[in-house]
C-alpha cells in the first residue's frame, strides 16, 4: 500500500499545520516524528519545565532558566520525533495490523526503513548539539535516558507494563531539568521523576485504550488490557500517587501554600480524566489524553508563581 502525500493518518488534527503547509515531501517525513500531532513534545517537555521550576523554588535567587527552558523545548520536539521514528522502524509491521496506524510512513510506504533510519540520525544529532549547551552532569543523565528510549518499543511485546518503560524515558525532563541548574541530584527531583512516571503509565494507559481490540488480535501487550473492568480504578490509583510525590517534591523543595494551591487545579483535571473516560465512546480516551499537556501547564505555573511570592 501506498501512501499519497496528502493522506493523514486517523489520530491527527484534521488540517494540521503540517497537512496545509509543508511540501509534498517533507509531509511524511514529519508525520514520522509526529510534527502533525504536538502532544508527545508537549507531554515531553513539561517534565523539563517542572524539573526548572522545582530548582527556581529550591534557590530563589538564582531563578527560573527561560533560555534553558527555550533550549528544552527544542530538544523535546527533536527528541520525541527521533524516537517516535525509532519506533515506527520498530513496529513497522505491527503497525500494519492495528486500524490506527496502518496508514503511517513506513507500513503504508510512504518512507522506506532505511531513509527513516537516516532521518532519525539526523534529529538525534540535532538533539546532541541541543543536550551539550548544558553542564557535564546533564549531558551524560541525558545520554543515559537513551538506553529507555532504545528498550521501550520492544517492551509491548515482552512485558504487561510498556508504559512503565515509556514513564521511565518520558519523565526523564524533571531530573534533567533540575540538574542542569544545580549540577547534580537531590531528593525533590528525583521526588518529581517518580511522580511523573506513574503520570505517564495513567494517560498512557488512557491512550492505549485506543487500540485494545487490535492490541488483543496482534499480541500487542499494554496495562490497558491488564487492567481490563478495573482501569479506572487502577488509572486513579497512579494518578493519585503522581500527584501525592508531586507535592512532596515541591515541599522538599520549599514550595508552600501557592503551589499546594495551585495545583490543585492540576488534580481535578486528573480527577476528570478517570470519572469521564469511555473506552466504547470514539475520540474519548484520545480527548482526555491530550487533556494532559493542561495539567503540564498548570503544575509549571504554580512553581513558577511559588516562585515569584
Given at each position: 500500500?501506498?501512501?499519497?502525500?496528502?493522506?493523514?493518518?486517523?489520530?491527527?488534527?484534521?488540517?494540521?499545520?503540517?497537512?496545509?503547509?509543508?511540501?509534498?515531501?517533507?509531509?511524511?517525513?514529519?508525520?514520522?516524528?509526529?510534527?502533525?500531532?504536538?502532544?508527545?513534545?508537549?507531554?515531553?517537555?513539561?517534565?523539563?519545565?517542572?524539573?526548572?521550576?522545582?530548582?527556581?523554588?529550591?534557590?530563589?535567587?538564582?531563578?527560573?532558566?527561560?533560555?534553558?527552558?527555550?533550549?528544552?523545548?527544542?530538544?523535546?520536539?527533536?527528541?520525541?520525533?527521533?524516537?517516535?521514528?525509532?519506533?515506527?522502524?520498530?513496529?513497522?509491521?505491527?503497525?500494519?495490523?492495528?486500524?490506527?496506524?496502518?496508514?503511517?510512513?513506513?507500513?503504508?510506504?510512504?518512507?522506506?526503513?532505511?531513509?527513516?533510519?537516516?532521518?532519525?540520525?539526523?534529529?538525534?544529532?540535532?538533539?546532541?548539539?541541543?543536550?551539550?549547551?548544558?553542564?557535564?552532569?546533564?549531558?551524560?543523565?541525558?545520554?543515559?535516558?537513551?538506553?529507555?528510549?532504545?528498550?521501550?518499543?520492544?517492551?509491548?511485546?515482552?512485558?504487561?507494563?510498556?508504559?512503565?518503560?515509556?514513564?521511565?524515558?518520558?519523565?526523564?525532563?524533571?531530573?534533567?531539568?533540575w540538574t542542569s541548574q544545580t549540577g547534580g541530584l537531590a531528593w525533590p527531583p528525583v521526588l518529581l521523576y517518580a511522580g511523573t512516571i506513574l503520570w505517564?503509565?495513567?494517560?498512557?494507559?488512557?491512550?492505549?485504550?485506543?487500540?485494545?481490540?487490535?492490541?488483543?488480535?496482534?499480541?500487542?501487550?499494554?496495562?490497558?488490557?491488564?487492567?481490563?473492568?478495573?482501569?479506572?480504578?487502577?488509572?486513579?490509583?497512579?494518578?493519585?500517587?503522581?500527584?501525592?510525590?508531586?507535592?512532596?517534591?515541591?515541599?522538599?523543595?520549599?514550595?508552600?501554600?501557592?503551589?499546594?494551591?495551585?495545583?490543585?487545579?492540576?488534580?481535578?483535571?486528573?480527577?476528570?480524566?478517570?470519572?469521564?473516560?469511555?473506552?466504547?465512546?470514539?475520540?474519548?480516551?484520545?480527548?482526555?489524553f491530550d487533556s494532559n499537556k493542561y495539567v503540564g501547564i498548570v503544575l509549571t505555573l504554580a512553581l513558577l508563581?511559588?516562585?515569584?511570592?
Open positions: 500500500m501506498n501512501q499519497s502525500p496528502s493522506a493523514t493518518v486517523p489520530d491527527a488534527k484534521r488540517g494540521n499545520w503540517l497537512d496545509r503547509y509543508a511540501p509534498a515531501w517533507l509531509k511524511p517525513y514529519g508525520r514520522l516524528a509526529r510534527w502533525d500531532r504536538p502532544i508527545g513534545f508537549y507531554l515531553l517537555f513539561w517534565p523539563c519545565a517542572w524539573g526548572l521550576g522545582l530548582a527556581a523554588v529550591a534557590n530563589p535567587a538564582q531563578g527560573f532558566d527561560w533560555w534553558g527552558a527555550v533550549l528544552m523545548l527544542i530538544g523535546a520536539i527533536l527528541m520525541r520525533g527521533a524516537g517516535c521514528t525509532f519506533n515506527d522502524i520498530v513496529d513497522r509491521d505491527i503497525d500494519m495490523q492495528v486500524a490506527r496506524t496502518r496508514l503511517r510512513p513506513i507500513p503504508s510506504g510512504a518512507v522506506t526503513a532505511r531513509d527513516a533510519l537516516a532521518f532519525l540520525v539526523a534529529q538525534a544529532l540535532l538533539g546532541s548539539v541541543i543536550l551539550f549547551q548544558f553542564n557535564r552532569f546533564t549531558v551524560w543523565a541525558g545520554v543515559a535516558s537513551l538506553v529507555l528510549v532504545a528498550i521501550y518499543p520492544f517492551m509491548k511485546r515482552v512485558t504487561w507494563w510498556p508504559q512503565a518503560f515509556l514513564g521511565l524515558a518520558f519523565s526523564y525532563g524533571a531530573l534533567v531539568g505517564v503509565i495513567g494517560y498512557d494507559t488512557i491512550y492505549a485504550l485506543q487500540d485494545i481490540e487490535d492490541d488483543a488480535l496482534v499480541g500487542v501487550k499494554s496495562t490497558a488490557r491488564l487492567f481490563g473492568d478495573h482501569v479506572k480504578p487502577a488509572v486513579a490509583t497512579l494518578y493519585a500517587g503522581a500527584y501525592m510525590l508531586w507535592m512532596a517534591a515541591g515541599v522538599m523543595a520549599g514550595a508552600g501554600i501557592v503551589f499546594a494551591t495551585l495545583s490543585l487545579l492540576a488534580a481535578a483535571m486528573l480527577a476528570w480524566q478517570v470519572w469521564t473516560v469511555d473506552a466504547d465512546e470514539p475520540d474519548n480516551p484520545r480527548f482526555r508563581a511559588d516562585w515569584v511570592w
